[in-house]
């Protein structure tokens, strides 16, 4: 399974951008998507995550109330980033976790990524 990210960019602080990842072929109804990011030289950090069925999402404490993350169907992930902060700038990562709908919050619980895309706030 291949998971293929699109949005990202640069914007100004106080702006918005939408990531976008959709699974390349068709997989597992249950399941955790969600995503990660990291800053040169610090630690990848999950940002939300979010399961199919009627599990709640997650958002790290940094992003509570700006970001959005949402399941368009099992396949797919959206992260809608509001009042973005120049601290938000990172690599931003898809992952995914199939027939589970556990949200870890390592990154080695995910064994699915995308090639990442570049979210840039000045």
């Known amino acids: 399974v291949q998971l293929v990210e699109s949005g990202g960019g640069s914007v100004q602080a106080g702006g918005s951008l939408r990531l976008s990842c959709a699974a390349s072929a068709s997989t597992y109804s249950t399941n955790c998507m969600g995503w990660f990011r990291q800053a040169p030289g610090k630690e990848r950090e999950r940002v939300a995550t979010?399961?199919?069925?009627?599990?709640?999402p997650y958002y790290a404490d940094s992003v509570k109330g700006r970001f959005t993350i949402s399941r368009d169907n099992a396949m797919a992930v959206t992260l809608q980033m509001n009042s973005l902060k120049p601290e938000d700038t990172a690599m931003y990562y898809c992952a995914a976790r199939y027939l589970s709908y556990f949200c870890g919050a390592s990154q080695d619980d995910y064994p699915y990524w995308g090639q990442g895309t570049q979210v840039t706030v000045s």
């Open positions: 979010m399961p199919t069925g009627t599990g709640s």
